[in-house]
C-alpha cells in the first residue's frame, strides 16, 4: 500500500521559513518524480514545485521561484520543499503528489492529474 505523508506545516508569520517533508513508503521511491501542489479555499490545486527521480532535474511555479527549493532524499524515501521569504498569498494546504518516470522538463510534470499518488496534506498558513 502506497504512502505519502506529509508533515513541516504550520503557522508562520509573513517573511519567514517552514519545511515540509514528504515520506513515501510501499513504492520504489528512487523511480518517481515527486511534486508538491498546493490548494488555497475556493481555489484549484495548482503546482508549485517537482523534482525527477534521481533529483538532478527540478521545476518551479513562477510564483515561488527564488523563495522555495524542493530536494529530495532516496535513502530516506522522502521529498522536502524548503519555503522562505513566505507570503500571505502562500496560505494553503500543501500536498506531495508522485508520478513514476515522469519528465519534470515536460509541461505534463505541471500537470496534477500526471501523478497518481497524493498525500493527505498539510496546512501552511502565513499571517500578514
Known amino acids: 500500500q502506497v504512502q505519502l505523508v506529509e508533515s513541516g506545516g504550520g503557522l508562520v508569520q509573513a517573511g519567514g521559513s517552514l519545511r515540509l517533508s514528504c515520506a513515501a513508503s510501499g513504492l520504489t521511491f528512487r523511480s518517481y518524480t515527486m511534486g508538491w501542489f498546493r490548494q488555497a479555499p475556493g481555489k484549484e490545486r495548482e503546482f508549485v514545485a517537482a523534482i525527477s527521480w534521481g533529483g538532478d532535474n527540478k521545476k518551479y511555479a513562477d510564483s515561488v521561484k527564488g523563495r522555495f527549493t524542493i530536494s529530495r532524499d532516496n535513502a530516506k524515501d522522502t521529498v522536502y520543499l524548503q519555503m522562505n521569504s513566505l507570503k500571505p498569498e502562500d496560505t494553503a494546504v500543501y500536498y506531495c503528489?508522485?508520478?513514476?518516470?515522469?519528465?519534470?522538463?515536460?509541461?505534463?510534470?505541471?500537470?496534477?492529474?500526471?501523478?497518481?499518488?497524493w498525500g493527505q496534506g498539510t496546512q501552511v498558513t502565513v499571517s500578514s
Open positions: 503528489a508522485g508520478a513514476m518516470w515522469l519528465a519534470v522538463t515536460a509541461i505534463r510534470a505541471l500537470n496534477l492529474n500526471e501523478y497518481r499518488y
